[in-house]
């Protein structure tokens, strides 16, 4: 739409004298007739759709809207429905799995790689497996040569799973991932029975609070990276990046899932003690150390009924060398007497005793048949076991002032650990 006017200025009557226009030449020759020309133009929107609300506007703006919506995206690759697997290359799969390859050790088949080791797999074995195996103090013969009833001969697998955290490359792979966190999650529960085992025979006059303090100054997540830098295992985990140039928070999840991995695959290979060597020897762990001090704390009054033998003298060496007697009592006697010591005794022939124990013990179905050489080893053996399950059942809350309050947290500290680690070998 236009619009155009004329407008003819006509000069004002004015008392004033006229102006002189002999000093400016650009007014005197300007015209003084011009056109004013309005130009108004409606919106491309109003002109494209249909005025008011009409279904025909309505319609027109949802079409605009869809086009500028970006497209859905298509479903991820793990959710598309593929034909299913030719039955002989099924069965060839299943067949040809490392898992169904050993069956000697459950525990140990079940950590291994659902399918065999690429060619991606072997390049990092050929390249860093032999200096994780010298680091850690391993022999760099291939653990293939070993014999079928050896678990060892799967050590070189299970090592190369351990690394593979979740923040590499190769933990893309279905094998290698499941495997590493199977791995990972058993060393983690292996470490903490070490630990606890040691520190209840180490110090048999402390409450569970600060052994674990002490185990979380050890084996804490800010504590991992110190370690693993001192066995020189770092450049095997940020194999292209300088750990101490890495922050905290980046560098502290793969350090951690590789360090319970490596725990993992060594209790399933070596046992026990090589878990203690590995700890104290390799990564050089000092319990005495200033960082894993617990806080000062008051004594229980029951400690004065605990034998203060070894108190802070056993080694991890003393732990693991340790051999019970053909005649002893338990299958572990210096752990049983650092959670039920022999001051204990005191608290026998109570209500408890005579009316609870015989209905407990027939329950869980003790006592065993036990076939010892002298008859009273037996009777003690029964005995020692009522009094350890005394301790159990009179919970510190109800029996604060009659119960020793501190074995009973020694025993749960020490059962809770026990039961963690069944509940995954039974698995």
């Given at each position: 739409?236009?619009?155009?006017?004329?407008?003819?200025?006509?000069?004002?009557?004015?008392s004033?004298?006229?102006?002189?226009?002999?000093?400016?030449?650009?007014?005197?020759?300007r015209?003084?007739?011009?056109?004013?020309?309005?130009?108004?133009?409606e919106?491309?929107?109003?002109?494209?759709?249909?005025?008011?609300?009409?279904?025909?506007?309505?319609?027109?703006e949802l079409?605009?809207?869809?086009?500028?919506t970006?497209?859905?995206?298509?479903?991820?690759?793990?959710?598309?429905?593929?034909?299913?697997?030719?039955?002989?290359k099924?069965?060839?799969?299943?067949?040809?799995?490392?898992?169904?390859?050993?069956?000697?050790?459950?525990?140990?088949?079940?950590?291994?790689?659902?399918?065999?080791?690429?060619?991606?797999?072997?390049?990092?074995?050929?390249?860093?497996l032999?200096?994780?195996?010298?680091?850690?103090?391993?022999?760099?013969?291939?653990?293939?040569?070993?014999?079928?009833?050896?678990?060892?001969?799967?050590?070189?697998?299970?090592?190369?799973?351990?690394f593979?955290?979740?923040?590499?490359?190769r933990?893309?792979?279905?094998?290698?991932r499941s495997?590493?966190?199977?791995?990972?999650?058993?060393?983690?529960?292996?470490?903490?029975?070490?630990?606890?085992?040691?520190?209840l025979?180490?110090?048999?006059?402390?409450?569970?609070?600060?052994?674990?303090?002490?185990?979380?100054?050890?084996?804490?997540?800010?504590?991992?990276?110190?370690?693993?830098?001192?066995?020189?295992?770092?450049?095997?985990?940020f194999?292209?990046?300088?750990m101490?140039?890495?922050?905290?928070?980046?560098?502290?999840?793969?350090?951690?899932?590789?360090?319970?991995?490596?725990?993992?695959?060594i209790?399933?290979?070596?046992?026990?003690?090589?878990?203690?060597?590995?700890?104290?020897?390799?990564?050089?762990?000092?319990?005495?150390?200033?960082?894993?001090?617990?806080?000062?704390?008051?004594?229980?009054?029951?400690?004065?009924?605990?034998?203060?033998?070894?108190?802070?003298?056993?080694?991890?060496?003393?732990?693991?060398?340790?051999k019970?007697?053909a005649?002893?009592?338990?299958?572990?006697?210096?752990?049983?007497?650092?959670?039920?010591p022999?001051?204990?005794?005191?608290?026998?022939?109570n209500?408890?005793?005579?009316?609870?124990?015989?209905?407990?013990m027939?329950?869980?179905?003790?006592?065993?048949?036990?076939?010892?050489?002298?008859?009273?080893?037996?009777?003690?053996?029964?005995?020692?076991?009522?009094?350890?399950?005394?301790?159990?059942?009179?919970?510190?809350?109800?029996?604060?002032?009659?119960?020793?309050?501190?074995?009973?947290?020694?025993?749960?500290?020490?059962?809770?650990?026990?039961?963690?680690?069944?509940?995954?070998?039974?698995?």
């Amino acid at each position: 739409m236009e619009l155009s006017s004329s407008f003819l200025f006509s000069p004002k009557p004015c008392s004033c004298p006229p102006p002189n226009y002999s000093l400016s030449p650009l007014i005197r020759n300007r015209n003084p007739n011009f056109r004013i020309v309005a130009v108004a133009l409606e919106p491309q929107q109003q002109q494209d759709f249909p005025s008011g609300n009409s279904p025909q506007r309505l319609l027109k703006e949802l079409a605009e809207r869809k086009k500028a919506t970006s497209p859905k995206k298509g479903p991820p690759r793990r959710f598309i429905l593929r034909p299913p697997i030719d039955d002989n290359k099924l069965a060839e799969r299943f067949l040809n799995s490392p898992q169904l390859c050993l069956k000697l050790f459950p525990l140990l088949s079940s950590c291994l790689p659902s399918s065999r080791l690429n060619n991606a797999d072997k390049l990092w074995i050929d390249e860093y497996l032999l200096e994780a195996k010298q680091a850690l103090g391993y022999s760099l013969e291939p653990s293939e040569t070993l014999g079928d009833d050896n678990p060892a001969k799967q050590f070189d697998t299970l090592l190369y799973l351990a690394f593979q955290h979740p923040s590499c490359e190769r933990t893309k792979a279905r094998h290698v991932r499941s495997g590493h966190s199977r791995l990972s999650f058993l060393g983690q529960y292996v470490l903490e029975l070490a630990l606890t085992e040691f520190f209840l025979q180490r110090y048999p006059r402390e409450s569970p609070g600060p052994m674990r303090e002490r185990v979380f100054g050890l084996i804490g997540k800010r504590s991992l990276p110190k370690w693993i830098k001192a066995a020189s295992l770092h450049n095997l985990i940020f194999t292209f990046d300088d750990m101490d140039k890495i922050m905290r928070r980046e560098k502290e999840g793969p350090v951690k899932s590789v360090f319970w991995a490596l725990f993992g695959a060594i209790y399933l290979c070596f046992g026990m003690p090589e878990v203690y060597r590995v700890l104290f020897e390799v990564f050089g762990m000092d319990p005495d150390a200033e960082d894993c001090q617990p806080k000062l704390r008051r004594q229980l009054e029951d400690v004065d009924y605990v034998s203060a033998e070894f108190e802070g003298k056993l080694s991890w060496q003393d732990i693991v060398a340790y051999k019970p007697p053909a005649d002893a009592l338990f299958e572990h006697p210096r752990l049983f007497r650092a959670c039920v010591p022999p001051g204990m005794h005191r608290f026998r022939g109570n209500i408890w005793d005579y009316d609870t124990r015989p209905h407990v013990m027939k329950t869980l179905g003790y006592p065993l048949e036990m076939t010892d050489r002298i008859p009273e080893i037996t009777e003690a053996r029964n005995v020692e076991l009522g009094l350890g399950l005394q301790l159990c059942f009179m919970h510190p809350s109800k029996f604060k002032f009659e119960h020793p309050r501190f074995c009973y947290e020694r025993l749960e500290y020490i059962g809770q650990k026990i039961q963690v680690l069944f509940c995954l070998l039974s698995k």
